[in-house]
Each structure stands twice: as structure tokens, then as C-alpha cells.
């Protein structure tokens, strides 16, 4: 079976992902469950060779890259789609995993996106991060919330991605895309956003802080008055602060957790969860950075624990604690009970059982 046979499949099923590994049939993703393609057969060596070369089309660049760090990725147009692809090695042998993107993004609005999100954009000035592990839906958010800026406000958008995945078009916004890598728009990120500040851009999007480099950049650019937008892998709100900290020597800590006090404007961390329907579903945790947060960020000895309860006490600023979110999408019924509890540490079980308590009181009450 070739590769456009696979794709095709792929996007008949409305899958999000292509998994090619040798020694198995080619596997499609398709809300959150592995699907083999029907009809296809276990791919071989020659097959998985054979992907590679039609997807690399001996660009040179690439070839290379792979050749030296034993992984690519890259960006690949097939009919009237994107998709991410990344391709590593296993038993010397190529595999490859390929995300389709579609090309209309959905709206901000049907993502479950919580609106302060959305509200925090028009700030002047800062840093807003959007964080969650692999396959959380970050860059869906990001390129909705770029669509977004471009769409309402007259700004100046530069994003930096590897690869490009959302196609943008100027609307009222000036959007400008570049692709990080070898051969490529940019070599890296901190490059591309040390040289962003030459280039008169009002709002700086990165595609993902992954080191000390990047992170500094990106504040010396919200130091100069622009604001960021940014993603990390982490899987909450409290470990994104950490991470970011434990970018920096400990000498280094004091100076950097007082730029993140006055930098840092929103930290939202999400996670997909398959719903009762089927269909995923958003799980949002958002910080609001107030002089409560501020404070616990300058801190000598930074807890993690604090910095959740003043997420749970701030909620009236529109930050969302985890446990009320799972919670609401409890009672909502668009996940389960065991869904939730899953979530979270056994310590907070007794919370989540209270919090779902009192929604259901609340909602009986309401006239």
C-alpha cells in the first residue's frame, strides 16, 4: 500500500495521526484509539524506505539533518492538507509519525478554550504561555488564538514554528510565519526571536520554548514591550513555573523568578480526554498572574502546592483550578467519574468529590 493510499484512508476516517513502523500494518489514530488501515499489510524494511525517500523528495537539508541527528522534522503538503511529520529511527530501520492538520482551523469558541484566555491577548506587554504534554491540542490553541489576534486586532503577528503547521492569511492583522531548522527560515529558536526584535513585530508567538536560550529571548522580548505567546511540555500550571526556573542555575534563580513575577501574565495547561461521546474533550487549567502569584513565584523556596490553592482562590480573576474543570465536565456528563479521579493525586479525591457536590447544589438552586 503507498503512502497516499494511507493517506487518503487517514483522512476519510478523520484520523489525526499516522503511525509507520516496520514490523506492523500502518496504524491510524482516530480519537484517541490505534486503528490499523484496512486492507494494508506489515510494512518491511523496503517500505519503510521507501516513505522516507518519498517524503524527504531528496531534499538535501534534510537528508542531512536526519543523517546527523537521527530524527527530522518537517512540515509536508498532500491534496489539501498539512501535516507534521516527524521520523525517527528504530533497529536502524526509518519510522514515521504523521499528523494531519486540518486546514480550517476551528473556531476559538468551539475548543472549550476558557474566554480569558482569549481576553489576555489585547494586554500591551508580557508573557502568555499554553502548556500541556504531547497530543494536548497546544498548537490547535495557539494557531486559533493567532487566528483570533488576526482576525479582531490591528497588530504585527511573527510566529516561529518547526514545522509550520496552520497556513495564516493577513486580515486585519500583518502576519508573518517562519520555520525553524536547518535550511530553513530560521536556524533556531532564539535566533529567530533575538532577530524578531528588529523586525517590528507587536506580538511574538514560539512554537515551543525548549531551553534556556529561547526562554531568555523571549523575555529580553517582553521586556522590550511586546507581547509572547508560548508553549512548553509541561502538565500543569505549577510545574510550567518550576520548569522555567530550573532553566537557570540556582545563583541565577532570584533574578529570573523576579522577571517571571512581573512578566508572566497567564498560564493555561490542557489536557484532551475522550468524552462520553467520543469526541475529545478539553480540560483546561488556567493562572491568572496577580500580586497573590507574583508573590509565590519571588519566593526563596517556590511551592507547587501554593501556587495551586492561589489558582483556587482566584478563580473570581478567571483563573480555573483542574479539579473544577474535570468537575464541571462531570456534571456536565461529558466525562466520567473514573475519568476524573484519574486526573488527579489521591489527596485531591476527597476535593473533587466536594466540588462536584456543590455544582449540583448550585445548578438545583438556580431558578
Do not use: W
Not at 495521526?17 to 490499523?36: F, G, T
Request: proline share 3%.
Amino acid at each position: 500500500m503507498n503512502l497516499d493510499q494511507i493517506l487518503d484512508e487517514a483522512m476519510r476516517a478523520d484520523a489525526s495521526d499516522v503511525h509507520l513502523i516496520c514490523n506492523n500494518k500502518p496504524m491510524l489514530r482516530i480519537a484517541r484509539d490505534l486503528v490499523p488501515v484496512p486492507n494494508s499489510e506489515v510494512l518491511t524494511p523496503e517500505d519503510m524506505y521507501e516513505y522516507y525517500d518519498y517524503l524527504v523528495k531528496g531534499n538535501v537539508d534534510k537528508d542531512e539533518v536526519f543523517n546527523t541527528t537521527r530524527k527530522l522534522d518537517m512540515s509536508y503538503e498532500y491534496k489539501d492538507i498539512r501535516l507534521r511529520v516527524n521520523i525517527s529511527l528504530s533497529d536502524e530501520i526509518p519510522l514515521c509519525t504523521l499528523r494531519l492538520i486540518k486546514n480550517e482551523l476551528p473556531p476559538y469558541e468551539s475548543l472549550g478554550v476558557p474566554d480569558i484566555v482569549r481576553r489576555m491577548t489585547y494586554q500591551p506587554q508580557g508573557l502568555i504561555l499554553v502548556t500541556g504534554k504531547t497530543n494536548s491540542g497546544k498548537s490547535t490553541t495557539l494557531n486559533a488564538l493567532v487566528n483570533y489576534i488576526n482576525e479582531n486586532q490591528n497588530k504585527k503577528i511573527l510566529t516561529l514554528e518547526n514545522p509550520v503547521e496552520y497556513k495564516h492569511t493577513s486580515k486585519k492583522s500583518l502576519i508573518v510565519q517562519k520555520e525553524v531548522g536547518k535550511g530553513r527560515d530560521s536556524l533556531t529558536f532564539s535566533d529567530g526571536v533575538k532577530n524578531s526584535l528588529r523586525e517590528d513585530c507587536d506580538i511574538l508567538v514560539i512554537g515551543e520554548i525548549r531551553d534556556k536560550v529561547t526562554m531568555e529571548a523571549a523575555i529580553e522580548m517582553a521586556e522590550s514591550g511586546h507581547l509572547v505567546i508560548g508553549t512548553l511540555h509541561t502538565k500543569s500550571c505549577a510545574e510550567t513555573i518550576d520548569r522555567m526556573i530550573n532553566f537557570y542555575e540556582v545563583r541565577d534563580q532570584a533574578t529570573i523568578k523576579y522577571l517571571l513575577s512581573a512578566l508572566l501574565k497567564l498560564v493555561v495547561s490542557q489536557r484532551l480526554l475522550k468524552g462520553t461521546d467520543g469526541k475529545l474533550v478539553l480540560v483546561p487549567e488556567v493562572m491568572v498572574v496577580d500580586n497573590i502569584v507574583s508573590g509565590i513565584i519571588r519566593k526563596e523556596k517556590m511551592s507547587v502546592s501554593e501556587i495551586e490553592d492561589a489558582i483556587q482562590s482566584n478563580l473570581e480573576k478567571g483563573s480555573i483550578g483542574l479539579i473544577n474543570s474535570l468537575a464541571e465536565l462531570f456534571v456536565d456528563d461529558r466525562i466520567t467519574l473514573d475519568q476524573a479521579k484519574a486526573q488527579i493525586e489521591e489527596k485531591n479525591l476527597e476535593i473533587l468529590n466536594r466540588t462536584i457536590m456543590q455544582l449540583k447544589i448550585n445548578r438545583n438552586n438556580k431558578p
